[in-house]
């Protein structure tokens, strides 16, 4: 079996744990820093930084709502995962747990409002992050997004999350459709801390979990601070699978005799419904330094992570289990390897009363893929049943520069803030050994009919020579970005937001406007209008792959493989593609914020999301038809066919209430009560006409049918309800935490995938 060195990585992981006991407990010896270990909750009046580009506000004061999350309210939750616990703390924050669904499974994201993760931007410490060079591609939830990973931001980096829920992509630019997740890492300038969680699942006693955080800051004299991050995790496998039913034939026939061993087989591990095992390390930096006048600050992170994803079983009477080698039938394995680093410097200062800010950030993911246990059957017994599929590598390179000014209008200020920003994106496919994709000539006969097995590695069919390539694209962009408060109570912001990129996303030019009015001393009205876009991932573009789905026919479990072809392939043209082009966005929000008590905020707002030209994978096409297209274009007449296309306009509407309630205790002791409601609905306002290539094969072949229609808008729950306390008093704290998620619907059909299905909470 492959495997990963992590010797080098264990060494640094005692190294820095060693180091950072002793930073934490002479810490300890200083009352200032046992206090900092576990903060009171975020205050209502904490400043933001997130969508306020120079002006000081509060989250009450913020024309656009805003969560705030601290970092021991992340962790009071008891989740494993930075992605875990923000779904118990942001009502419209959705991060179901996959269930399967191959490389979907093992990417940590989720996204806001109803929307998919790459709608979503990531930023750290108001930088944007690179995306995962890994791609949504399997499971129905969220599926053909290419989000940024957050399980590759060291939990134990974390300052505070700063969650913006409104659409922002003319301040921060593209996929900032629904809102914008900022995390802001730790600034200590002495101590540190080390966490140790464990857990399993009660149920089975399966699916144990491990997780290692720690950190140390230090101050740079008078001048700066150093904070170090440490992160380490591991995740057993856990499975929530239904058995196969009994009256499917998992062994071939004899005269039509099932086979004595149906009766013993474990009819329950042959498929997955749960947890893969899944360890890593993330390490990261946050630096500044103030050299006088200028400062210098740099921030980055180091992952390595390794994945094991078991792919659903082959039965013994499927045509890619071959008897001679597996007798009883195989469950491959697919291997995932990844590397993520990102690294930021910049540097900032005055002049001529204008702040600046001049910033380069590069970040790049590779992921090597591999898969054991596994078998091309096409190649006959003498298959390898180990092999090298490929690797995926994704990078950005983004260099920013940054002003603002505040200037007196009036009777009030007027901040202004423009800059420019260029960014590279490039990703790239390489291609796995021969016998990983490898078409063979191999027959046998099973109950006098002939079987030729489809080609390529069981679990994961390496990548071809053609699906082998790179492509990459420049984005210019300049902003102008207005906050004006023309009295106390009055603020009126805009942004216009210039985008050009050198392929075919064309050039797109987009604005918001924001107003906030406070009615009384604790009635305020907040509303805002704005446009937005994404534009396809480079990833998108590019991306080819062959994944398997399971169907039943005739009482026994058929697999139907499915590539997913690159928009500019002949084959995805010849079924009807075309080049992709940005998702076009208008968001409208209303909302009020009341503050009753000086300990109360409440805050209500609606909202309404329209994209246009939604970018997603088509239907699955099969058939006699689809395949004489395929086999022109020199692929296997056993595959299927999808790819990205622009195919839909979709509208989301919704409800934000948060309610916040913090109360001092006597002079040691606290209470908070956050409580928090989410409702949202996404409909289908149109389907982009079937291709003519389409048309021409039938009516049964459709751009978007029904499973994937219901995919998109029911397989969200259409509500969320959070409620926690948190209670200190001394030394002793109690968190308590009541979590509801509303119904959702998951559509089935005839080739239905086996896993993949979403969990929630």
Excluded: C
């Excluded at 656009?64 to 992340?74: F, K």
């Excluded at 990833?539 to 169907?551: C, I, K, M, N, V």
């Amino acid at each position: 079996m492959p495997t990963i060195d992590y010797r080098n990585a264990a060494a640094s992981l005692a190294v820095l744990a060693f180091v950072l006991a002793s930073g934490s407990a002479a810490a300890q010896t200083q009352p200032t820093q046992v206090a900092a270990a576990d903060p009171a909750p975020l205050n209502e009046a904490e400043m933001i930084v997130t969508g306020t580009r120079g002006v000081a506000r509060t989250v009450a004061e913020s024309p656009t709502p805003i969560d705030v999350i601290s970092a021991p309210e992340l962790e009071r939750t008891g989740r494993f995962g930075t992605i875990a616990a923000l779904n118990l703390l942001v009502p419209s924050f959705n991060a179901p747990q996959r269930a399967g669904g191959g490389t979907s499974t093992i990417i940590q994201t989720g996204g806001l409002r109803g929307l998919n993760p790459d709608q979503t931007l990531i930023l750290v410490n108001g930088k944007r992050r690179h995306k995962t060079s890994l791609i949504n591609a399997v499971s129905a939830l969220y599926n053909g997004a290419v989000p940024v990973d957050l399980d590759l931001i060291p939990q134990s980096a974390i300052g505070r999350v700063e969650v913006l829920r409104d659409g922002a992509a003319a301040q921060y630019g593209s996929d900032a459709i629904a809102g914008v997740i900022n995390f802001i890492l730790k600034s200590d300038r002495e101590g540190g801390q080390i966490n140790f969680s464990a857990g399993q699942n009660f149920d089975r006693s399966d699916g144990e979990n491990y997780i290692l955080n720690a950190n140390i800051g230090t101050s740079l004299g008078d001048r700066g601070f150093l904070d170090l991050f440490l992160s380490a995790r591991q995740q057993e496998l856990s499975n929530r699978a239904v058995p196969i039913s009994p009256n499917i034939n998992l062994y071939r026939t004899v005269n039509g005799q099932r086979d004595p061993r149906e009766a013993t087989i474990d009819r329950l591990v042959t498929t997955q419904f749960g947890n893969f095992p899944v360890r890593g390390f993330n390490v990261g930096h946050n630096l500044e330094y103030d050299f006088g006048g200028v400062e210098l600050y740099s921030f980055g992170t180091f992952s390595q992570r390794r994945s094991d994803l078991t792919q659903t079983f082959r039965a013994p009477n499927n045509a890619a289990s071959l008897p001679e080698v597996y007798p009883n039938g195989l469950r491959p394995t697919l291997l995932i390897q990844e590397e993520d680093f990102e690294l930021a410097v910049g540097l900032r200062g005055q002049v001529s009363g204008w702040d600046w800010d001049l910033s380069s950030v590069y970040g790049q993911n590779r992921a090597r893929q591999s898969a054991y246990d596994s078998i091309n059957a096409s190649l006959g017994p003498t298959s390898p049943t180990e092999f090298s599929v490929g690797a995926l590598r994704s990078n950005e390179w983004i260099n920013s520069l940054d002003f603002t000014r505040s200037f007196e209008v009036g009777s009030g200020k007027l901040q202004v803030s423009t800059g420019l920003q260029h960014r590279r994106e490039r990703y790239a496919v390489s291609e796995g050994q021969l016998e990983s994709y490898q078409a063979g000539n191999y027959t046998y006969v099973a109950n006098g009919v002939t079987i030729r097995p489809a080609p390529g590695a069981q679990g994961a069919s390496g990548f071809t020579p053609a699906d082998a390539g790179s492509l990459s694209r420049n984005n210019l962009s300049a902003y102008v970005d207005l906050a004006w408060d023309p009295t106390t109570r009055t603020t009126i912001s805009g942004a216009l937001r210039y985008e050009h990129y050198d392929d075919a996303s064309r050039d797109t030019l987009i604005g918001k406007i924001t107003a906030r009015q406070e009615l009384t001393d604790w009635i305020s009205v907040r509303g805002a209008v704005s446009t937005g876009f994404r534009a396809p991932s480079v990833a998108q573009q590019l991306y080819a792959s062959t994944t398997g789905q399971f169907r039943t026919v005739n009482g026994v479990l058929d697999l139907l493989q499915i590539k997913t072809l690159p928009v500019n392939s002949p084959s995805a043209i010849a079924l009807g593609a075309i080049p992709l082009q940005p998702e076009e966005s208008t968001n409208f929000s209303l909302g009020v914020v009341l503050t009753p008590l000086a300990a109360l905020t409440i805050t209500i707002d609606g909202y309404q999301i329209d994209v246009r030209d939604r970018i997603t994978i088509t239907s699955t096409l099969t058939g006699a038809a689809v395949s004489a297209i395929l086999v022109a274009n020199g692929l296997s007449p056993e595959i299927s066919g999808q790819y990205y296309a622009n195919a839909i306009d979709t509208r989301t509407r919704g409800l934000d209430i948060v309610a916040t309630y913090r109360h001092n205790l006597g002079s040691d002791g606290e209470m908070a009560w956050n409580i928090g409601y989410n409702y949202n609905q996404t409909d289908i306002r149109r389907i982009a006409d079937n291709p003519s290539q389409l048309q021409s094969l039938g009516a049964g072949f459709v751009l978007f049918d029904r499973r994937a229609q219901s995919n998109l808008t029911t397989n969200l729950p259409r509500t969320k309800l959070l409620i926690a306390n948190f209670t200190r008093i001394g030394d002793w704290s109690l968190n308590t935490r009541v979590n509801r998620f509303g119904r959702f619907d998951s559509f089935q059909n005839a080739t239905a995938t086996v896993g993949g299905q979403p969990v929630f909470g």
